[in-house]
């Protein structure tokens, strides 16, 4: 049967939690309009199932676990890591229909999920992320519950002329909406970047600079390269290098570089899950500078918060208004036709199947 | 004209408030969907009307009692107890419309309503309450607001096996599980039963026997009995017997026996009334007692609230799956198969009359 | 297109805001359906836009005010006076459509809007408001956001029986029952109008007596004059006068005399901005006193909230329930009357112009 026509793509890796939030009790999420409990088995690999016992329709989510399994907090019944009934007091398990079970996968400090069909899920289909795992990077990063659409958190990343306006106390500066935005198409990616070349590093910067022993009243030449990783994920290469000497590719001792990391993963069609985070190319040993830099990060992506949820609402308040599309959009409005395409496929293959 | 097929039988004694809810002020209450006011006559007695000033649509519930009526506080209507309109300043009260009236009656502590048609209210329909105004019986109890179907609530009383998964560290033990349940027919009701032999009081009856005399590290015999009576009450027979003294038909002085009382009065098709309660056939003037065990119990229950409440919003979320009944499921099963019987002959019964 | 039958006129001034509202910063506030952003220009001037930047459907309500524009808080937008986009960074304004704008006037000390047809939007139609600016008189108020209908809180205010049931400490009292309301056409205005004579003033009264060097043990004549002015405005002629001495034409030093100010704009079909105020004709100097009045006179209004909230809840609550209409609402009646006739009107114009 064919399904619903959505707003995202089923057949993906969504990240569904960071590493750090799945303890030793079931987790309940929201991932793509379903209902999810995660919990980890005894050898630490991650199961993801419906949150929903079989027997009654009880949150699994309310339960406890058991050897590898999750036992139901209702009436006892135990589900195991593909959703089969393994076991219930006095009753014969093999009766009680199975639920569903997610592939997913842990990897880089993130728990991944695929929401759609579990015959295309090929973990290297995941992203690599560089910078993980890596002695050279430290990263530190958090998630918001936000009440809006996946993609108008993807348009913004997309675009970083807002930047000036809704952050100006940090990264935003006068010089970003001077330096034009070149969207291309990069290894099947879409690539936005800009460059601002012989300014003053904004506070943001100015700090990271003094963290990497370079002085932050020298003039610089800053960089912005926001990368869209179909489904849902925004990686943006951003810093500054001492005026002159080659940007992105200065030496290490002249510049401070960083990763911006950002998963947007749909809740439900008006509401989403935003991981983000930093991962720093410079002084990485440094804990107290990661905090630093996680405190004031958390501060910046608040900033977008009201901005995006007002969007929505507005959008329902003023229905017969469309939205328009300018080049300052082009990196949105090209990752909002791989999405489209992706979901089309998608579709097209339920219809052959059905 | 028939009337929506609803979840609930109309013809139907319901506890609508227990009777020191209803003090010297209207009180607004939803039952079955009728937004109902209640208040007390000069001679005590109870009038239920519907919460509409027939005048306006003020909420009557926000006026103020005067002789045996209730004057609207907003301009001044007073309704009678037939929901005739008997009093408006300067005007004619026989050209304003009645507003409805319900069949209602205080008995046992509690005051019972009738939201169908009213000549068809029979008194003697109540359940008869054996324990209530009777010296060797102790009782106190409380009311909740619960977001669910009333129905997930009989379902949880007919069966108990859910005590060793909810209540673990008060009522549940480990032989619960491994007792068999048994479901019949006794005198019309729906009775399930549960008898556990030879066995250690789990917490509340070990301090139950304590407060009869009784050695609590003795070995005893357990019994649990739920009869379902239409549309919505549950009395569950309820205790512990020194093992070998004849279970629940021993000698008062080698028992403990009480009986869990519990109303389910729909508010809506997801939302309810839970009026519970205990009384209890020992001790019963040790008022002491009775407030432990009224707090205990309020714990218990409130244990029930969140797994309920989670199971009425996971059948919005997985609208296409189907809740399976087991064998422990056989007393809630055939619960509803009454309350279907039930509402099918109400509808039958608006066809024939239409 | 004919728009969808409503329950108020667009074509009409309404109160949007009071003047002390509007400060530095834009201003959102939902009249008629839509939502709307308020701002000063530098001269003081007043403009009212469509709530929604043309770019991305951000709030402009979040955004800052740039000489005589708003500028978008996302991507720096600039807005103008009529809706027209004046500028935005790097990008061709001329390129992006207009957003709405709203014909708006500050006069009397509040600012009205005009949601409807701009061709139509006359400044002469805005009612005259003769005790404002004139220092014979001293005025204060507030403004309450209240979840019903705004035609109830007009039947409220042009049917003051309610004030025995609902004010009944302040400026309710017996004689109002029992004084025969008069309900007539003045003006082309509805006026309801109501005399008591030979009285003794009510707590609110003999306050203002004392106020106004009047003995408040002598017995007064009162009156009370209701004016509905279409569609959403209620000023209400209120006072007493010594016994005998022509009531509300007495001399000025033997009564006391308010105008009380009520302005009804709707937010939703369901919901309402009520500004209200009053006017006070004695004693215009004295502070203090203007202060208590407008203490007591919110005080009063309250009381009124409750009821009309749960009266909008138990119209969705009794479906088939109608209201009826006694002689005292014959006021609100014959204003429903003017507002039907208005919407028709309206309506009529759209399908002529389609």
Redesign the interface.
Known sequence: MAQKNGLFPKNAWYVALTSDELKDKPFARQICNI?MVFHRKNDGTVVAL???C??????LS??YLEDDGI??????LKVGCKGQVID????NPKK??CIGYFPVVEKYGFIWIWPGKKDKADESLIPLLEWANNPEWAFAGGVFDIKCDYRFMI?NLM?L??E???HGTSIGQEEI??S?VITEEEDGYIVTSRYMHNIIAPPFWAFCMKNNNLDPTQRVDRWQKSKFVPPAAVFIDVGVALEGKGGKDAPKEDKVRCTVIDFMTPQSETTMWYFWGMARNFNPTNEQLTQDILKGQGGIFEEDL??LE??Q???A??PD?S??S????AGGRKARRILNQMIKTEEEGYIDNK
């Open positions: 209902n419906e949150d929903f079989p027997h009654r329709g009880a949150a309310l339960g036992v139901c907090g209702y009436h006892g219930m007091p006095e009753q009680i229909p348009d675009d002329t807002h000036k306006y809704v909406d001077e034009p009201e901005i007002y969007q609402q507005n959008l308040r003023f208004k939205l328009i300018l080049d300052i959009d």
